[in-house]
Structure formats: structure tokens, C-alpha cells
């Protein structure tokens, strides 16, 4: 675990500023799965007591990051097929609801904020820059889940897709991007700007589910 930490945000509470840091330290893998979180090293690295890095744990378990297993511990929780499977199931439903929901608010500057982040893309992709990718491509499909103004949608995407965003599956999701590339972000841009809200939601789900295909079998590798 790397021991430098970002300046703590003094309006938070020193739990969330544990929590926040801990969730970001997963989702970029750099707490890998199924490393065991020691209460012992965070108290002094944070100096703190046990009370709020265990709050901490509780909220990560909520998420889905974190696991606790009996007499051991808390541990980063492991992404099984299984799962992965259910969450993109998941994902595709509140993806193709969130763009029929988008198309009737999109305006010209979400439009432009998405072609920007396609630009992006390009580019990254061009570099063959993995990390740099997969950040934009979250941004985009997050962007659009945005752009359909429901909390309660965005809250339950955060929940389903963030736990995911590992990097062992960022590699696998990058290195088969040729696979599904017909299925393409700027296709589905063009669709909800022409607002055709049938075509646009039933190409996002695809394209959801697509991604799922290229990283099952990877994943079931690396867990023999």
C-alpha cells in the first residue's frame, strides 16, 4: 500500500476522508482483490483509532468493495464471473434507460461535452494509453447517465459499476477493444443527438453487453 496520502478536504469527516481514500485506492488497483486491509497500518498511516477506519470498512462492504471474513478480517473483494456477469446485466438495463431519459433533456453543450470526451478517446486509443482510456470511456457512459437528471439512476450506476473499474479488468476490457469496436461510442453519440431513442438505447445495451463478452473469459483465466 503506497503510505503517501492526498491532503485531507477539512470539511469531511475523517471516515469519509478514510472511505474516499480507500475506494479510490481500489478502483484504481492499487489495493489489488483480495488483499487484506490491516486496521493496524491505517490507524498509524492515519492517524487515528480503530472507530473510524472501521466505519470506513463498513461503508466499503456496503458498496461492494471490501469483505469481511470471519476471524480474519477485512479483505478487497475479489470480482468473480458471476458477479461481473450480474453487474453488466445490471448496467446495460440502467444505461438503456438512462439514454431514452436523455434524449428529451440533451442540450448542445452536453452534446459537445461528449464530443469532447469522444475526441479524447481517439486519441488515447491512438497512444495506446490503457489508463487514460478507460477513464474516458467511463466518463462518457457516466456523462450520459448524468445528462438523464434521475438521482436515483445515477446513485444506483455509481453502486453497479464503480466496484468493477479494477485494473486487471481495465487491461482485459482495453486489449479486446477490436473485438466489439463496430459497436461504437460515436454511433451512439449520433443517435442521441438525432434523438432516436429506440436505436440509441438498444445499440448502448449492446454495446454494454459487449464489453461483458470481451472480458468473461480473460477474467475466468486468470481465476484457474
Given at each position: 500500500?503506497?503510505?503517501?496520502?492526498?491532503?485531507?478536504?477539512?470539511?469531511?469527516?475523517?471516515?469519509?476522508?478514510?472511505?474516499?481514500?480507500?475506494r479510490e485506492q481500489i478502483i484504481k488497483g492499487q489495493l489489488e482483490e483480495g488483499k487484506r486491509l490491516n486496521e493496524v497500518n491505517l490507524q498509524k498511516m492515519f492517524g487515528t483509532s480503530r472507530t473510524p477506519i472501521r466505519e470506513a470498512f463498513r461503508r466499503l462492504e456496503a458498496e461492494g468493495f471490501v469483505e469481511f471474513l470471519p476471524r480474519k478480517g477485512a479483505f478487497v473483494r475479489s470480482i468473480s464471473v458471476k458477479n461481473l456477469r450480474e453487474a453488466t446485466e445490471v448496467r446495460a438495463s440502467l444505461e438503456g434507460l438512462a439514454i431514452r431519459l436523455a434524449v428529451d433533456r440533451v442540450t448542445p453543450e452536453h452534446l459537445k461535452i461528449l464530443s469532447q470526451l469522444l475526441d479524447d478517446m481517439d486519441k488515447a486509443l491512438k497512444m495506446r494509453n490503457i489508463e487514460q482510456y478507460t477513464v474516458l470511456h467511463y466518463r462518457f457512459h457516466k456523462y450520459i447517465v448524468e445528462i438523464s437528471r434521475n438521482q436515483i439512476l445515477m446513485r444506483l450506476y455509481v453502486n453497479i459499476t464503480e466496484p468493477f473499474v479494477t485494473h486487471r479488468l481495465t487491461y482485459k476490457y482495453f486489449t479486446s477493444l477490436p473485438r466489439y469496436k463496430k459497436v461504437g461510442h460515436r454511433?451512439?453519440?449520433?443517435?442521441?443527438?438525432?434523438?432516436?431513442?429506440?436505436?440509441?438505447?438498444?445499440?448502448?445495451?449492446?454495446?454494454i453487453m459487449a464489453i461483458l463478452d470481451s472480458i468473461e473469459l480473460p477474467l475466468r483465466e486468470i481465476q484457474q
Open positions: 500500500m503506497d503510505n503517501k496520502i492526498e491532503p485531507f478536504q477539512p470539511a469531511l469527516l475523517l471516515h469519509d476522508q478514510i472511505f474516499q481514500y480507500l454511433q451512439i453519440y449520433g443517435l442521441l443527438a438525432a434523438r432516436k431513442t429506440s436505436r440509441a438505447s438498444r445499440l448502448i445495451e449492446q454495446h
